[in-house]
Each structure stands twice: as C-alpha cells, then as structure tokens.
C-alpha cells in the first residue's frame, strides 16, 4: 500500500533533526530558584548577552528581557549590541531567523526552544511559493525585466520561514511587520501594479482595505489549489492576491464578541491586532501592532476602559502593569493563548543561560549561507520601510 509523505516546513526539519530538549535536572524547580538562578547567570554573562522578548512571552520570561518589542521593534534592537555574542530571542523561530540574517557574523542567535513556532509561517512552504510564481507568469503575470514596474511584487509577512523571505528579497519584493504593513504596501504600489501577500491573508486584507483598495479588489490565492483554485481573470483583475493563511489565535475573535462587550460595557473602546478577520476589525474602534495596542491603551485617558483582541499574556500585562488606572479586558473571555510562544518557559530560558556559562550553544537558530544574502536585503528593505 501507498504511505503518504507529509510535507515537512524548513522549520520543521530544522526542528526535528535539531531540537535539543530540555534536560529532566531542569524540570520540577521553583518559580523563586529560577528567578535567582536566570537573575545569576544572566549577571555573570554581561554584556556577552541580549536577551529579546517579543510582548506575548510569559511575564516569568519577558522580565528578563534587555528589550521588548513586537516583531519590528525587536528586529532593529539586533543591530544595536553588536558586543554580545549571544543574542537569547525569547520568542519564535521566525524572529530568531530574522535575528540570525541582521546580526553580525560572530554573534549567535539562540531560541530557547526550536520547537517555538509560528503555525502562520507553516502556512506557506517554498514549494508552494514556486508553484504559485510560475503559475502567475502563466497567467501573463511574469516579472516584467525591463519597464520600471512588475505585474506582481511579493511581500511576505515577517511571520514566514527564511526560505520565503529570499524568495521575495530576490524578486524584487520585501518583508513587513504589522506595525510598517500599510507603508510597505505604498512601496510596493510604486513599484508593480498588484501585490503578492503572503502568508496572513487578513494583514493584507486589513492593510488593503484601510488605504481604500475595495475587497472585490482582493482575491484568496489557497497554495493547495490548482491556479490558487481562481481563474486568470480575476487574477488579472486583483490588486491584491491574499495567500490563504491565517493565524489559529487571532481567528478566534469574532464580531460577536465586540457585540457582547458593547452591550456589558457600554462606552469601552475595541481594539485588536491586524491578524484578526475583517468583519471584527470593522467592528472594532481601532487595530495595530503589538506595540500600537500598548502605547493607545497606556496613553488613553485615565478610567477607559479597553477590550483588547490579542494574545492573552499581553493582555494580562496590558491590565496589570503596562496600563495603570485603565480598565484592560481580554476581548475573548477565555483568552487566546499562542501555545508556540509558550514553549518558551523559564524552565529553558535558565538552561540555555546556564549552558552558556559553560561555553555550550544549544538551540541556536541560523539561516543557511545560500539564504542568507536574499533574506538580508528583503529584511532591509523592511527596516528601510517606516
Ligand atoms: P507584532 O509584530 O505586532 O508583535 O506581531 C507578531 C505576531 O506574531 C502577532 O501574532
Ligand atoms: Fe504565529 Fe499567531 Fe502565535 Fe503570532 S500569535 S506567533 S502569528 S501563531
């Protein structure tokens, strides 16, 4: 009988045949032993390390994070410690692959748990990318090498695997984070007449729509589809092909909830990340980046009150420590955890400082040399995008 071979990410082969995992000594200590130990040996290794943590780590991790950020903030953090040899990325592995390509040779770029990753990322395989560019040229959408403008200019969310990110980098397109989407796609409107965005179909949605590109302007490109699963025409007609990928946290809002918490608590103001569905940001009063959401609600007038849609250790440290005298509510009652972001625990966090004590690298994340120059210049062009 036939076996079917599953189709394996770049970051799932590189989790399997590398992961080390975490050794039993390091498993059953005390909340009060960690702290004093990570606190020690974070001391004893100087300026020899950074540690970066990315606003939905764990409130036991991100306290020990030299810088904290969302995905934009942290990757131009890389550049400013160019001392330390070990930069500690406590977050997912995108963003320690991205680390990997903008920080210097010497330094190594440690996640403590390969197995942190991003199920969006997952969404878009270079294969699949491959298969999508050739059937675009196919439908007389070829790059265009000699007038000024493309038919099709990639962009790939910076929640995508190295090996797309150098796809794009060498077709002329860029990366981009929630916080530069808007202006990225200005960029990439200068330069070709439709975009290619990739992998979180609702960030090209949401960006699109909020600078006037109306929705029968957007079609859904699904990778597991012959063509995208769409007719050239529509294609041909499209400013926007959306991959078919989204984020399995930020799904999970709903317009309904916005309703609900209207009707609870009358005058309370929505806000919710740009990776959440259309109709909930419609019905939100404002969205953005990590790092937008904490500087409304903590800038707000004091005694708002906020529902907030994202990951719930944000919201959580949004309504006890980052907002004081506004009143923060999880826009999910239960709160929508990324369970990727999780794996990384203090628990790992004191065993790699500790292992490193001792000159032992474990779990470092790096981008293979023929990646490498395709990736660094689509992340700068990110940088370069504000
Ligand atoms: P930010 O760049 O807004 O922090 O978002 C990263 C992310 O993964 C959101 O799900
Ligand atoms: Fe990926 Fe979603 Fe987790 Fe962000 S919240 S890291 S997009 S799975």
């Known amino acids: 009988m036939a076996s079917i071979i599953p189709l394996l990410t770049e970051f799932e082969k590189q989790s399997i045949s590398e992961r080390q995992p975490l050794p039993e000594k390091y498993l059953g200590l005390s909340d009060a032993e960690m702290e004093v130990r990570i606190a020690a040996a974070r001391r004893a290794l100087g300026s020899r390390l950074v540690i970066l943590g990315h606003h939905y780590q764990r409130d036991e991790v991100i306290r020990f994070a030299d810088y904290t950020g969302d995905s934009f903030r942290l990757a131009r953090q890389i ?221 707000s007038p004091e005694g708002s009150v906020w529902a907030v849609g994202t990951e719930v250790h944000l919201v959580n440290r949004l309504a006890q420590q980052l907002a004081p005298g506004r009143t923060v509510l999880s826009l999910d009652q239960f709160g929508c955890l990324c369970s990727t972001m999780f794996r990384v625990s203090p628990n790992h966090l004191l065993w790699i400082l500790e292992e490193l004590l001792e000159s032992r690298v474990h779990n470092q994340v790096t981008v293979s040399a023929d990646q490498k120059h395709w990736n660094r210049v689509a992340l700068d062009r990110m940088l370069s995008i504000t």
């Open 79 to 299: 550049a400013s410690r160019p001392e330390a040899d070990y930069i500690v990325f406590c977050g997912v592995h995108f963003m320690a692959e991205s680390a990997d390509v903008l920080c210097a040779p010497h330094q190594k770029v440690i996640l403590p748990d390969l197995a942190a990753g991003c199920s969006m990322a997952d969404m878009a395989a270079p294969e699949q990318l491959e298969t999508c560019w050739e059937e675009l040229a196919q439908m007389g959408l070829a790059p265009r090498e000699s007038s000024g403008t493309s038919a099709v200019v990639p962009v790939t969310y910076i929640n995508s695997a190295a090996s797309i990110k150098a796809f794009v980098g060498e077709r002329g397109g860029t990366v981009c984070t929630s916080s530069n989407a808007a202006a990225t796609l200005r960029w990439a409107f200068e330069r070709g007449e439709r975009i290619l965005f990739l992998p979180d179909q609702h960030l090209g949605r949401n960006t699109a729509y909020k600078m006037g590109i109306p929705l029968d302007q957007m079609v859904v490109w699904d990778p597991d589809e012959i063509c995208g699963g769409l007719d050239p025409d529509q294609v041909r007609a499209a400013k926007m092909i959306l991959w078919k990928g989204h984020c399995s946290v930020h799904t999970r809002f709903t317009a309904r909830q916005i309703e609900g918490v209207r009707q609870q608590h009358p005058g309370v103001r929505v806000i919710v990340h740009p990776e959440v569905p259309w109709d909930v940001v419609q019905a939100a009063d404002d969205s953005g980046s990590t790092e937008y959401i904490i500087k409304t609600v903590s800038n």
